[in-house]
């Protein structure tokens, strides 16, 4: 079972940017798909993107898409998301999960089998 670690989270004035990493353990990291995820207090678990275990192939909703980037890096077992134009509706705890089922990218919170211990980003108006 992979283990992920989040970091880079912090408070950023509205209309700034953040780079949050999550750092895969094990050997296998290039099989997964990786997603993150964020959930703002009282609300569910939002999809925010998705990478494919190449990296070729991303998804974003389109609350996000334009301003926030997911990338990886599979020599480093690590993951990505640059967050650009940050809003104060963007705060929240942000988690990256990782996706061993090898049937593409996909968005739902219980399809990734791992998860990270999530990290803070608050964003002040």
């Known amino acids: 079972q992979v283990q992920l670690v989040e970091a880079g989270g912090g408070l950023v004035q509205a209309g700034g940017a953040l780079r949050l990493s999550c750092a895969a353990s094990?050997?296998?990291?290039?099989?997964?798909?990786m997603g993150w995820f964020r959930q703002a207090p009282g609300k569910e678990r939002e999809f925010v993107a998705a990478?494919?275990?190449?990296?070729?192939?991303?998804d974003y909703p389109d609350s996000v898409k334009s301003r926030f980037t997911i990338s990886r890096d599979n020599a480093k077992n690590t993951v990505y998301l640059q967050m650009n134009s940050l809003k104060p509706e963007d705060t929240a705890v942000y988690y990256c999960?990782?996706?061993?089922?090898?049937?593409?990218?996909?968005?739902?919170?219980?399809?990734?089998?791992?998860w990270g211990q999530g990290t803070q980003v608050t964003v002040s108006s």
């Open positions: 999960a990782a996706d061993a089922s090898n049937t593409g990218i996909r968005r739902l919170a219980p399809d990734f089998g791992a």
């Open positions: 094990g050997r296998t990291f290039s099989r997964y798909a």
């Open positions: 990478i494919s275990p190449s990296g070729t192939i991303t």
